[in-house]
């Protein structure tokens, strides 16, 4: 029900000021509402937009406080119906592995952002269910869910928020506290959490384009830290192997069989000697290859098949096809290395596999 009748009192600052101290009031027929911010700027502009729309002739919800603008703008759909949106939107424009950095991230802010817990189901399942079907176009179009899943998709799609209401200072501050933690509850390495706060700033940012909130909450100086983290990003010295220790473990995998050895040998090999990405080592080809007997050799690095899984790439293979990395996809990349390790770690053996 809508009512005209609305008075506004001042920002205030609450006494127990806390992460959130300024505080928003008004009243609509006589039920009064409140909405907390971090900063005065916040709270000040958020109660010109309710005055605004009140000059403008605008009826307000009694029961959420909010001008019909706003119901029309942030409750036509969920946070869980846009987020599939958004999956489903970017799906076919970005690789594997940013499809399965989009779905860990929603995996982990969607299970917060619900009115009540009341009926949720374990959260290994809704989890299951989320990764693999719910952020999983492929899966989706493909597949049909068993019973479990259904019944983990039916409940969140019910207790889901308004997209409207993650600009809120509460809601948006829980989303980054999800992404800055791992599964246990600690707290993630920080190259962990930038990217899962790129991936939400981003479905912000298509929640904007769609009108369906105003600004991307991120874009404000939100009050919010991230946990301390025990995770030290920095390399250790002491876990580095040495060059002897790596001659010795070339020369360990060259006894994995007379097939699979040589084929080890060359894989931690081009690692090591060459500085290459796992994903390069897989792409190379003898033609990229210039192996003279002694000296400086030349691999020609010209694209990446980086490990996936099969149910994130489009052919249905566990390898995907790329360009190197940060670099255009027909970029070709030179890398030159030492050659005296090609022959004396390979062992030569006919070993069975």
């Known amino acids: 029900m809508n009512s005209y009748n609305v008075r506004f009192w001042k920002t205030m600052r609450k006494k127990r000021g806390g992460t959130a101290p300024f505080m928003v009031r008004w009243v609509v027929e006589g039920k009064v509402h409140h909405r907390v911010f971090a900063t005065a700027e916040l709270a000040d502009s958020f109660r010109s937009e309710l005055v605004h729309a009140a000059r403008q002739g605008e009826a307000f919800d009694i029961e959420s406080g909010m001008p019909e603008s706003n119901l029309r703008i942030g409750n036509g759909i969920s946070w869980y119906s846009h987020a599939v949106e958004y999956v489903d939107a970017r799906w076919g424009k970005v690789s594997g592995k940013q499809r399965i950095s989009i779905a860990e991230t929603l995996v982990a802010v969607t299970p917060v952002l619900v009115k009540d817990r009341r009926g949720m189901p374990e959260r290994t399942a809704l989890r299951a269910a989320l990764y693999h079907w719910a952020f999983n176009k492929q899966n989706r179009d493909n597949a049909q869910p068993d019973a479990d899943v259904k019944a983990a998709l039916e409940w969140i799609a019910r207790a889901s928020i308004p997209i409207g209401d993650v600009a809120e200072y509460d809601w948006i501050t829980a989303a980054l506290d999800a992404c800055a933690s791992k599964l246990d509850g600690t707290a993630a390495a920080s190259a962990y959490f930038s990217r899962r706060r790129r991936v939400l700033y981003n479905v912000l940012r298509y929640a904007t384009s769609k009108k369906r909130i105003r600004t991307n909450p991120l874009d404000s100086d939100l009050d919010w830290k991230a946990p301390d983290e025990d995770v030290c990003d920095e390399i250790d010295p002491a876990v580095v192997a040495s060059p ?60 990446s098949r980086p490990t996936v899984g099969t149910e994130w790439t489009d052919s249905g293979q566990v390898h995907e096809t790329r360009g190197l990395k940060g670099r255009p996809r027909r970029a070709k990349d030179p890398s030159r290395f030492r050659l005296n390790w090609s022959r004396s770690f390979v062992h030569t053996s006919p070993d069975t596999e």
Do not use: I, K
């Open 244 to 303: 002897m220790q790596v001659r010795e473990l070339l020369t360990a995998v060259s006894y994995a069989g007379w097939r699979r050895g040589p084929r080890l040998v060359a894989f931690f090999a081009c690692m090591y000697y060459a500085m290459m990405r796992p994903g390069e080592v897989v792409a190379l080809q003898e033609h990229d290859c210039d192996l003279p007997e002694q000296g400086w050799g030349r691999l020609m690095l010209g694209g």
